[in-house]
């Protein structure tokens, strides 16, 4: 088991940044990708991006350039640096774990909100 904590969401004007935080804890030596989503209200959770255990990142097109994906193993710290805001990014923000098992699970945290007011 994994047990994901995040934090850091809050409301930002446009063009603002936030930094959101995900601590893990638990069972952390299975983790392998470690991951931020969003859902919007009234749509479904996507993928803002990923890194894996070796730091190789991923983003959705909709983010690249504007979010960086970072983690911290000796911490078991996920983060995300959000620049550049628009309104569109207002979401629930969730960070997402998979493991390096076989069967390959995946754990998430409860969710921190973010706002960006226009």
């Known amino acids: 088991q994994v047990y994901l904590v995040e934090s850091g969401g809050g409301l930002v004007q446009a063009g603002g940044s936030l930094r959101l935080s995900c601590v893990a804890s638990g069972n952390i030596r299975s983790i392998n990708s470690m991951n931020w989503y969003r859902q919007a209200p009234g749509k479904p959770r996507n993928l803002v991006g990923s890194i894996t255990k070796r730091g190789r990142t991923n983003y959705a097109s909709s983010v690249k350039g504007r979010f960086t994906i970072s983690r911290d193993d000796a911490k078991n710290t996920l983060f995300l640096q959000m620049n550049s805001l628009k309104p569109e990014d207002t979401a629930v923000y969730y960070c997402?774990?998979?493991?390096?098992?076989?069967?390959?699970?995946?754990?998430w945290g409860q969710g921190t909100q973010v706002t960006v007011s226009s």
């Open positions: 997402n774990v998979d493991t390096a098992t076989l069967p390959v699970y995946d754990y």
